[in-house]
């Protein structure tokens, strides 16, 4: 039966951002102009975790998974003739939130926009940074009053705004289980849902309820994906119903956004990713039901490195084919009462209530994210076995490996470079921008921020203040840490080995043979160097190296060369393992080996994995790396035995 009136397509989105606030403004206004309805802001890591872009830390990161934005210039420039009363903004922030909203909303103010009518989003989602992505700051309990300070902030003063959205994406590329990715979602929007209930008034909660929205992941198994939206759809109005009393159905509706899956973007034959992208957009469009308010699609090349502008541009003209050119929008939902599809989500729900129960025994999200963080970890290497052992087919991958060469991927320019003056420039322009300032009145304001975080104020005003006064990022999240405390997540890697021997046999007894011939277990060294969060290659790498016997050391993400290169002095490791997906493995990795050589450590080998170029790799390899390892080398009992190689040189690598 068709539809009276065609439905509105959802926001097209494409997650974007890099080098400079001026040059994304660029790639932002282009990409409108191209028939983008929305914005969807992504950040760098220094500005994620709350660092200036001349911070130790920050170094080699500046720009590379993100736009810098370090004070108010930053944002004016960012939205430099974008007006934002008339625009729909996400920004993929957590941690900072408090402070990108800030600023975003001075600069509104700047333009003569009327704070009131801004519509848009900030992820503020800390709970899943501790679990699979690892932007986070402070402790869990600071961090979730800041969430709903920003929440309570938004319904007196931005009625239109979502001041969070709970993001499951980075859990299912953490490893999640659709169950899992369902209920851990779930319990963080209830524990953002009972800190909230005591910061606004009750008339005024179950609106609160409503403009609580989600981000989620789409993945290739489209029937289980759709399913899993339905299941959340009907989840979170019986939670909304029955946990807090929401009488009006409008603000018991599930309302997300998507990003499809990046984790199942391949490196190898990198020109099938554009179907998958596209059947994996059909599960969250399809259903009306539990049809996505706001889509963003990767770049068919995200595997290989930093999209260009026509990449984006293809993903964009995707949803515009699918929203305009077929017949989808006139139709009501084309699943309703289909019994695999009532099978598969009552079977999901039931899954994700278990869960929910187990989370709720140990008190919540909050208190369950150790436990949560293990089964995640455990799933993913269920997931990568699974792959390994050929069970789960990934074309190109694991089967049909013979292929053409693609012609998309050869000669110069077939993925962006960052801009290597880029850093340098920000620094330059942040010098310039702390000259220039009143300090007076940003240690006022700082001080007024710091006496809101100690006293348990909403910390709003006070960073809004700090934004129009002329503070920078790092100086925010320097007042949030000296308050706070700062905060390691759990690893989620036991140093107990797993119960699994599939498929061991072998490289175990390479690990023995090794181990009994230096007189003692192998001692490996798992690092993450700089602020790359994405922990989920390192933690496999350090439970798979565990499991066939070798003595693991991972102390999880954001560390410099420095202090690995110390811990391999200190534990007298056999070989040092770094994982980093940000970009900024040259000038990380390039620091470490000099540091490696300072140390008297230049023969321990240092093996490296991440999204690195070809021409990068050879760059590593130049500077001493043993070897360098990226998506395509998914088998990890072929990197232990090269790893036994490079410490015996009586064993021999994997064929």
């Known amino acids: ?43 760098d890591l220094p500005t994620q975790t709350g660092y200036d872009s001349d911070h130790e830390l920050s170094r080699g990161e500046v720009g590379k998974v993100g736009v810098p934005v370090t004070h ?52 503020n989602d800390i709970i899943k940074e501790y679990l699979s992505r690892g932007t986070y700051i402070c402790p869990p309990k600071p961090s979730l009053r800041m969430i709903t300070d920003v929440a309570a902030y938004t319904r007196e003063h931005l009625p239109k705004w979502n001041p969070m959205n709970v993001c499951s994406y980075h859990l299912q ?23 909230l209930k005591d910061k606004v008034a009750p008339e005024d909660f179950p609106e609160m309820v409503g403009r609580i929205s989600f981000f989620v992941n789409a993945g290739i198994r489209f029937v289980t994906e759709m399913c899993k939206m339905r299941a959340f759809v009907e989840l979170w109005d019986e939670i909304t119903a029955e946990r807090y009393g929401v009488q009006n159905p409008k603000y018991r509706r599930f309302r997300y956004g998507v990003q499809v899956n990046s984790l199942g973007l391949t490196e190898q034959q990198p020109e099938n990713n554009v179907y998958r992208i596209l059947i994996e957009m059909l599960a ?13 699609l990767p770049a068919w090349n995200e595997a290989l490195g930093l999209p260009r502008p026509f990449d984006q541009q293809w993903s964009l003209r995707m ?23 009532d099978r598969k989500v009552a079977e999901l729900k039931a ?19 150790e436990y949560m963080k293990s089964r995640l970890v455990e799933a993913n290497a269920e997931r990568i076995t699974r792959i390994e052992g050929g069970e789960t087919v990934v074309v190109g991958v694991n089967r049909w490996l013979e292929a053409e060469p693609s012609p998309l991927t050869t000669g110069e320019g077939s993925i962006m470079k960052s801009d290597p003056k880029a850093e340098a420039d920000q620094i330059d322009r942040l010098n310039a921008w702390r000259a220039q300032r009143d300090e007076t009145a940003v240690k006022d304001a700082l001080a007024r921020l710091r006496e809101a975080a100690k006293s348990g104020a909403n910390v709003m005003p006070a960073s809004i203040q700090a934004a129009k006064a002329g503070a920078t990022t790092g100086e925010w999240g320097d007042v949030v840490r000296s308050v706070f405390g700062q905060y390691r997540g759990p690893t989620g890697v036991s140093a107990s080995p797993s119960n699994r021997t599939e498929g061991l046999d072998d490289i175990r007894d390479a690990v023995a043979a090794c181990s009994g011939r230096l007189g003692r277990k192998v001692k490996f060294l798992v690092g993450k160097p700089g602020l790359d969060g994405h922990s989920n290659g390192a933690e496999q790498i350090a439970a798979r190296a565990r499991d066939v016997g070798m003595e693991i050391s991972y102390e999880g993400i954001r560390l410099t060369p420095a202090e690995i290169v110390a811990a391999a002095l200190a534990e007298g490791s056999d070989v040092v393992g770094l994982s980093i997906l940000s970009g900024s493995h040259m000038p990380l ?54 790893i036994v190689a490079l410490i015996d040189p009586q064993a021999e690598a994997a064929e």
């Open 1 to 43: 039966m068709t539809a009276p009136n065609k439905d509105r397509p959802w926001l097209f989105r494409t997650y974007a951002g890099h080098s400079t606030a001026k040059a994304s403004n660029e790639l932002y206004r282009g990409n409108l102009a191209k028939g983008q309805t929305g914005l969807s802001v992504a950040f």
């Open 72 to 123: 108010l210039g930053d944002m004016r420039a960012l939205f430099e003739n974008i007006p934002l009363e008339k625009m729909n903004t996400s920004m993929t922030i957590n941690a900072t939130a408090p402070w990108l909203l800030a600023l975003y909303i001075a600069v509104a103010e700047e333009q003569g926009a009327d704070v009131s009518k801004l519509q848009g989003t900030v992820q």
């Open 173 to 195: 590329e953490a490893g999640a289980t659709p169950e899992q990715e369902l209920a851990y979602a779930l319990a963080t929007a209830i524990a953002v849902l009972d800190d």
């Open 284 to 296: 969250v469009t399809l259903s009306k039901k539990a049809r996505a308010r706001a889509v963003q």
């Open 319 to 341: 949803q515009q084919i699918l929203a305009y050119e077929t017949d989808l929008l006139e139709y009501e939902d084309l699943f309703e009462n289909n019994p695999a599809v």
């Open 351 to 369: 899954g994700a209530r278990a869960e929910l129960d187990t989370l709720d025994g140990m008190g919540g999200a909050v208190q369950s994210i």
């Open 589 to 642: 990795i390039k620091e470490l080996m000099d540091r490696m050589r300072e140390a008297d450590l230049g023969h321990v080998p240092v093996v490296v994995g991440g999204i690195i170029p070809e021409n990068d790799a050879q760059a590593l390899l130049g500077m001493g790396v043993a070897r360098v390892y990226t998506p395509k080398d998914f088998e990890l009992n072929r990197i232990m035995f090269d």
